[in-house]
């Protein structure tokens, strides 16, 4: 009897184990863009990586493909409505459940892509409303209308950030001069507690969860800040000033051993904040304008921060600690960039998805193809699993064998 106990529950840990590694949520197991995967390719065929599969009616959109237990969900809008669409791995559409309006103005499509935690999938539209679904079957379990039930205020653009999960709580940002922020109860939709902010918009940007021996700490951005929030209740702990044209931050900030990494388009820039011991307070380490990705993203490995830029046409390498540009290369458009296991896969505005090592020694090419399927806008973060890159570019979505 306790071999067999010893075996279920080592069959379990193993499940659990490559679930938590499963990038079941934006840009990543560990919502950074980077990719636990190994053993990738270090340099493509001249013709890129083998193309698995395709599929080409995912309805418009520009929000990554995540995966769950074995299964890829993404969203995907066809007027006036979104969906789920959920596929296997070989790229076999299994379901399809709609969440309700989505937003066909400026850019139509989905922005938000899915989170799944449990049995559970959770799905942000563009008009704020954020729904909560058994993942498997569609069934809606509970929805929130974060500007009607909260008082939030529409954004230029519609709401692009992804929920957040942290144990039992989601946190979501209505924005307004009450409610910037709501920790949920993740299996009801209940508030839990409300933060005012510092009274303005949600500027859609996926707020960062920072674990603190003193505290957890809730970072994100308001239209003219980047705050830091107790997420014990809600408390702002402290504000600091990045405004910006059309009140547009997108990127997550990144955060490692006391600083914080943030960073906004529109020429704008991006700089460090050194965040004291406790996470009460913040001072600048370090800024430059010249770091202005949009909604690109950034990845932080060994001491680096690689990026692009936006109205600075260039891709950059800078030193963590320093903000010192180790090289700014203009080889391809600006856009979007993830990593997995040395790697960098930058997917430019133009539709060019490129392969390069990471290094601040110089920015070289290791492969390149041209995204020639799908539709709209090449803004989709790509993501990786088991050595496969899924990309979606509007109403396509296509897997390529990077391993």
């Not at 193309?51 to 237990?69: A, C, I, K, R």
């Not at 989505?102 to 899915?114: A, H």
């Not at 963590?320 to 930058?346: H, P, Q, R, S």
């Amino acid at each position: 009897m306790t071999k067999r106990l010893l075996i279920l529950f080592f069959a379990v840990f193993m499940i659990s184990s490559a679930i938590a590694q499963e990038a079941s949520r934006w840009r990543g197991p560990t919502a950074d863009g980077k990719y636990p995967d190994t053993g990738v390719m270090k340099q493509w065929p001249a013709d890129g990586p083998e193309m698995l599969w395709s599929f080409e009616d995912l309805g418009q959109g520009h929000s990554t493909p995540v995966v769950y237990n074995g299964k890829i969900y993404v969203s995907g809008a066809v007027e006036p409505t979104g969906f789920i669409y959920v596929f296997d791995m070989n790229g076999k559409l299994l379901k399809k459940y709609e969440y309700g309006k989505e937003y066909f103005e400026s850019y139509p499509g989905t922005r938000s892509s899915p989170t799944l935690v449990g049995d559970l999938l959770y799905i942000y539209s563009g008009y704020g409303v954020l729904n909560c679904f058994k993942a498997e079957s569609g069934e809606l379990v509970w929805k929130k209308d974060l500007f009607n039930d909260f008082g939030g205020q529409q954004i230029r653009w519609g709401v692009t950030e992804t929920a957040v999960v942290d144990g039992d709580l989601i946190y979501a940002t209505p924005g307004g001069s009450e409610n910037f922020l709501v920790a949920l109860d993740r299996k009801t939709g209940d508030l839990m507690w409300s933060s005012k902010g510092v009274g303005e918009k949600t500027a859609y940007c996926t707020p960062l969860i920072i674990e603190l021996p003193a505290r957890k700490l809730i970072v994100t951005h308001s239209e003219s800040h980047i705050l830091g929030i107790d997420a014990k209740d809600g408390k702002v702990l402290w504000s600091f000033d990045q405004p910006n044209q059309y009140s547009v931050h997108p990127n997550t900030p990144i955060y490692n051993d006391g600083g914080i990494f943030y960073f906004s388009g529109y020429g704008k820039g991006g700089g460090m904040l050194e965040l004291s011991a406790d996470g009460s307070s913040v001072s600048q380490k370090w800024f430059s304008e010249r770091f202005d990705s949009r909604m690109g993203g950034a990845v932080l490995h060994d001491g680096h921060i690689y990026t692009s830029g936006d109205r600075n046409k260039y891709w950059y390498a800078i030193d963590w600690e320093t903000g010192e540009e180790k090289y700014a290369e203009n080889a391809l458009a600006v856009g979007v960039v993830i990593f997995a296991d040395g790697m960098l896969y930058c997917y430019g505005q133009r539709g060019e998805l490129v392969l390069a090592e990471a290094t601040p020694a110089g920015f070289e090419k290791k492969g390149q193809i041209k995204i020639e399927l799908g539709s709209d806008q090449h803004w989709a973060h790509p993501m990786i699993q088991d050595g496969v890159l899924y990309l979606r570019h509007g109403n396509a979505m296509m897997a390529y064998k990077i391993k």
